[in-house]
């Protein structure tokens, strides 16, 4: 039987005297897993003491897994993308935003599973945001101006404005820009969320009668709008905040929450490696 313990009131629990490799083949103790992560929407889990190949497998009972097309996978174990930080890594400044995982794919990924292999003794934590319980507290009158809005979302402005433009526009044609409804909804259990993050560049169809008189309605406008949006997830009362231990483990709905990594860890090492599992087109 699963032990739950939340975490807080909104968001996060923590699964007690689980064994992450039992559940990829023991359909009765996955069940319960999945029934808790829609409940919870990110779970954790201590002493997982798990190789790569488990790990992957686990994820895929989720269903398929997806490659990134910066960072790349390990060769041995696709999907599993190896996310490490030490002296010699580039100062990218990524992880540290709120965001959802690759929302400028056509299709985001459903969620992740994220482990642990080495972290700081203090410091490196991660943060997860309740994006549906940040929709359902909205004003009403927010809740009837953002309804049937749309909004772009981009792989160009983000991993790539680092590279060199020819490059970045090549990744952009072979990632053209995604659009998704500001709004979605959960495709399991009918939750609304929002659904802007830090890959959301611009509202695609807010310039119409009834919002925008004049071009300061669309320009400003529709940009305060939207960060407003995006920043609610840095309220505390929507968030869980993980200290990250050897071996302990994450798994997160992607489709209703966003994280933010915490890179207050130099000149420590943190290594982490994720699985992402592929989702459907929002709704």
Known sequence: MIRVEKLTSRIG????????????????????????????????LQHQLVSRAEHVAFAQRFGDLEDHPVLGSDPDHPGLVCIYKDLDSPADH??????????????????????????PRVGGDTIWANMAAAYEDL???????????????????????????????????????AEHPVVRTHPETGEKALFVNSFTTHFTNFHTAENVHYGQDYAPGAAQLLNY???????????VRWRW????????????????????????IRKMERAGIIGDKPY
């Open 13 to 44: 629990a923590e699964l007690i005297g689980v064994d992450l490799a039992e559940a990829i083949a023991n359909d009765d103790l996955f069940g319960g897993i999945k029934e808790a992560l829609l409940q919870h929407k990110v779970l954790f």
């Open 94 to 119: 990524y992880e540290n935003a709120w965001h959802c995982d690759a929302t400028w794919r056509d299709r985001p990924p459903l969620g992740a599973v994220l482990r642990c292999v080495e972290c």
């Open 139 to 177: 004003p009403d009158h927010i809740k009837e101006t953002i309804d049937g809005l749309y909004a772009r979302h981009s792989i160009e402005a983000t991993f790539g404005a680092r590279m060199p433009i020819k490059k970045r526009h090549q990744l952009k044609e072979q990632f053209p820009d």
């Open 229 to 239: 949006l995006i920043s609610r997830a840095t309220i505390p009362e929507y968030q």
């Open 245 to 268: 231990r050897p071996g302990s483990v994450a798994i997160w709905d992607n489709r209703c929450t966003q994280h933010y990594a915490v890179m207050d860890y130099w000149p420590a």
